[in-house]
Structures are given as structure tokens and as C-alpha cells.
Nanobody
Framework: QVQLVESGGGLVQAGGSLRLSCVAS????????MGWYRQAPGNQRELVAS??????IYADSVKGRFTISRDNAKNTVYLQMNSLKPEDTAVYYC???????????????WGQGTQVTVSS
């Protein structure tokens, strides 16, 4: 079994900062990519940021404000969110492409989501 557990969401005023964390645990052989998506009410889930060993991707709407980082030793991905705006309000989901110990086939895993609310 593989699990992703997020933490760090909450309520913040516009212009403030939050840091999200996501820890992967379980029978993990390797982690290929880790990232963050978000979904606001009435909207589709969208990519916020993603990081592999060779590439980092950000949505245009968060470039310059959000930073994704990974601690591979801890199987953890972080999302530092600065200069938050009301339009950043959403449920944020951790996503990871993980190869379990068995079967050794890469699978997409999702966390349960953490609410981020930015007040104006």
C-alpha cells in the first residue's frame, strides 16, 4: 500500500503565505515525479506545479509566487505559496507517480486534498 498525506492548508489573507507538505509512505520502490494540483468549486482540477529529477513545471498563474521542492530522502514534496490571491482558493491535491515494490509498475497516486482559502 502507498499513501500520500498532505498538510499545511488553511485560511490566509491576500498577500500572505502558506507552505504545503506531502509525504509518501508505504511499499515504495521509487518515486518518479511529485507535484501539486488544485481544484476550485465548479472548476476542473488543474496542475499547479510538478517536479521530476530533471524538470520543474509551474502553471503560468503561479510562476514567481509558488515554489515546489522535494526532499527525496523523506519522500516529501513541498509547495511554498507566497503572495497569495483570492483566486488561489481551492482544494490542493498532492500527486505522485510511484513505482511500488510489487508490482513494479508506475502508478499515479493522489492525496486526500487540503483546503487553501485566501480572503480578500
Amino acid at each position: 500500500q502507498v499513501q500520500l498525506v498532505e498538510s499545511g492548508g488553511g485560511l490566509v489573507q491576500a498577500g500572505g503565505s502558506l507552505r504545503l507538505s506531502c509525504v509518501a509512505s508505504g511499499s515504495i520502490l521509487s518515486i518518479n515525479a511529485m507535484g501539486w494540483y488544485r481544484q476550485a468549486p465548479g472548476n476542473q482540477r488543474e496542475l499547479v506545479a510538478s517536479r521530476t529529477s530533471s524538470r520543474t513545471i509551474y502553471a503560468d498563474s503561479v510562476k514567481g509566487r509558488f515554489t515546489i521542492s522535494r526532499d527525496n530522502a523523506k519522500n516529501t514534496v513541498y509547495l511554498q505559496m507566497n503572495s497569495l490571491k483570492p483566486e488561489d482558493t481551492a482544494v490542493y491535491y498532492c500527486n505522485a507517480e510511484i513505482t511500488p515494490i510489487w508490482p513494479q509498475v508506475p502508478v499515479d497516486y493522489w492525496g486526500q486534498g487540503t483546503q487553501v482559502t485566501v480572503s480578500s
